[in-house]
């Protein structure tokens, strides 16, 4: 994202190591030992581990991680320093660098993480004992590894953009800022629209955070399920924040510029909440199809480690998607018109302003983007499919009024959802007004029709409400009246 008349940076000299010339060869040798060293010594500890089922324990599972991270550390550098010492070619292009230095700072982040975790588990072990198979669960262990893969993530890129952003020419003009136009929307009827898509994002963001509340709050909804409904609706909340509030700023105050800064981090978190959107509910579908078709190992496939593993997953391949586009859409530069025909910073849109060829970030959306954008719809489908044949295995009116009362209603909002990012993505067309209606869909009714869709609905939601509905109803009427008469128990609370 730099101006034409740039001169951009290419490539970079690495000097490497203080060696004489007359000792490369010594050095090399040295430097190679020690690498395959590294490399085969942790590959036998990942081998062994996996192999022998007395070492399937909390302890063995982090050491297998720290193995893994402990080989990507050395391949990230000691490769390029053995093979410069060689060829004696001390350049690496600045791709090349600055891939570098995220896998970098992404390892050694993990390895500073792993190594706390692994003195905790010592902790736990050696001062708790007897609780130490309950403290150190696999759901924890999973769950530990997961936090420390999106915070080394996290905290990596956080880096890498700061540093793509600073490594420039002194002397280049960059681009400071981009015009939304905002949604079509004729000026007399601002208010209304802007009334309208106010309801929908409070409608979205209250509605998805009582999901939450019902979650976290009652332990009959502490199942695979609701763990990945709360995932989802913590997701939906986050799209629809990086976008909605923004147009609705703009409509009021009629500032439609949007700084460099805030433009990529707005593409960034968009390209990630709706990619955990897309893996999520491909989690969801997988479940339902697990409870339906196979009931009675429901339990035993769904367990807590692996619904931790199915949620971290989500995040990393997201977080990992976004992080490509970003870094791609950076590399290019603009025309003189900084003009976004959209209400926020999409990456299509974007792409139709970039003055060289951008047949690699389209590449990338269709063969990245597209994989991980059928893989996980061909599952829901797959999913879907399956449980239909179950129950039409067993006909039942009133079983197949509910099946499809709520297989339909899913799979409309699915097909609303997967419909329009293909529409938008994966067209060929040139960019207009439906394009930015296939974006509403997708960017605020979709986020505000899950929590109806997926809970409201459900009669165990249902129950949960009413429980806490009352809970507040009696705290009430005990901050209104001092003494309160308990009639189920015949005692009395002061």
Known sequence: MRPENQSSVSQFLLLGLPIPPGQQSVFFTLFLGMYL?????????????????????????????????????????????????QTHQQSISYVGCITQLYFFILFAGLDNFLLAVMAYDRYVAICHPLHYTTIMREGLCVLLVAGCWILSCAHDLLHTLLLV?????ENQSSVSQFLLLGLPIPPGQQGMFFTLFLSMYLTTVLGNLLIILLIRLDSRL????????????????SLSSVTVPKMLMNMQTQQQSISYVGCISQLYFFIHFAGIDNFLLAVMAYDRYVAICHPLYYTTIMREGLCVLLVAGSWILSCGSALLHTFLLAQL???????????????????????PDTSLNKLVIFTEGGMLFFLPFGIIVGSYIHIGTIILRVPSTKRLFKAFSTCGSHLSVVFLYYGTVAGVYFSSSSWGSKDIIASVMYTVVTPMLNPFIYSLRNRDIKQALEMCVNRVKFFKMQSLNPL????STGTYIS
Do not use: Q
């Not at 063995?60 to 893994?68: K, Q, R």
């Not at 952003?165 to 020419?169: A, D, H, K, T, V």
């Not at 926020?344 to 849109?349: G, K, M, N, P, R």
């Not at 309160?484 to 009639?487: G, H, I, L």
């Open 165 to 169: 952003r600073l490594m420039r020419p």
């Open 484 to 487: 309160v008469v308990v009639r």
């Open 222 to 237: 502490h199942t695979p399920m609701y763990f990945f409904l709360s995932h989802l609706a913590f997701s939906d909340i």
């Open 333 to 355: 530069s603009f025309c003189a018109d900084h003009t976004i025909t959209h209400f926020f910073c999409d990456l299509t849109a974007l792409l139709k302003l970039s003055c």
């Open 37 to 85: 060293t590294t490399v085969l010594g942790n590959l036998l500890i990942i081998l062994l581990i996996r192999l022998d089922s007395r070492l399937h324990t909390p302890m063995y599972f982090f050491l297998s991680h720290l193995a893994f991270s402990d080989i990507s550390l050395s391949s990230v550098t000691v490769p390029k320093m053995l093979m410069n010492m």
